[in-house]
């Protein structure tokens, strides 16, 4: 069966940092991926997809980055993060039903 | 306009009661649609999927009215377990694109 593994859980980090969330996924070739992101009291965010290696789409002009360096892995990245940057990141892959299954999440805090 | 439209609530009904949810979308295209359901600070976990038929499953029935853009959830008997947000979900017609709703929060009392 297939399984998504996200980390770190929780994350804090000082202004101006780096950032690197990763996220792989088993059981499955070729997966559409995807990283949301959900702000404190609102909704889920599209932030990138991939439909394939070195493939990425960006939905919102941001202070993120996303690779795909295999497969079945999608990385997100900051070169400096700012406040804003806070909340709780999603990785997702689609199904071959079209639905799409979700991470356990990495909580980011920005301080 | 917002692309999937949900009302926030929060609904706060009595266990053993009936709750319906309705979410608006606004890409006549859209080709698929599905409810999520999210835990406190927790990720979105698929509820279900919504024909054009309408489907059932359990307690919960999902519909969908293609003509006036929208869909709805119905819980039926409500237990104390279904509180939760419930997140409305639409693919568009180019297949790799889900755009999610804000949520709509329930809160099921004794």
């Known amino acids: 069966s297939q399984t998504i593994h996200q980390w770190p859980a929780t994350l804090v980090q000082p202004v101006g940092s780096p950032l690197s969330l990763e996220c792989t996924v088993e059981g499955t070739s070729n997966p559409n991926l995807y990283w949301y992101r959900q702000a404190a009291g609102r909704g889920l965010q599209l932030l990138f997809y991939s439909v394939g290696i070195g493939q990425i789409s960006s939905e919102v002009p941001q202070n993120l980055s996303a690779s795909r360096p295999q497969d079945r892995q999608f990385i997100l990245s900051s070169k400096k993060l700012l406040l804003s940057d806070s909340g709780f990141y999603l990785c997702?892959?689609?199904?071959?039903?079209?639905?799409?299954?979700f991470g356990q999440g990495t909580r980011l805090t920005v301080v | 306009r917002k692309e999937v439209e949900q009302d926030p609530g929060p609904f706060n009904v009595p266990e053993g009661a009936t709750v319906a949810f309705n979410c608006t979308y606004s890409?006549?295209?859209?080709?698929?649609f599905f409810w999520y359901r999210q835990d406190c600070r927790k990720e979105p976990k698929l509820l279900m999927s919504v024909y054009s038929s309408g489907n059932e499953d359990g307690r919960f029935t999902a519909q969908l009215n293609g003509a006036s853009q929208y869909i709805s959830l119905l819980i039926r008997d409500s237990k104390l377990s279904d509180s939760a947000t419930y997140l409305c979900v639409v693919r568009e017609s180019s297949g790799d694109k889900l755009t999610f709703g804000t949520g709509t929060r329930l809160a099921v009392r004794p």
């Open positions: 890409n006549s295209a859209s080709q698929s």
């Open positions: 997702a892959w689609k199904g071959t039903n079209t639905e799409a299954f």
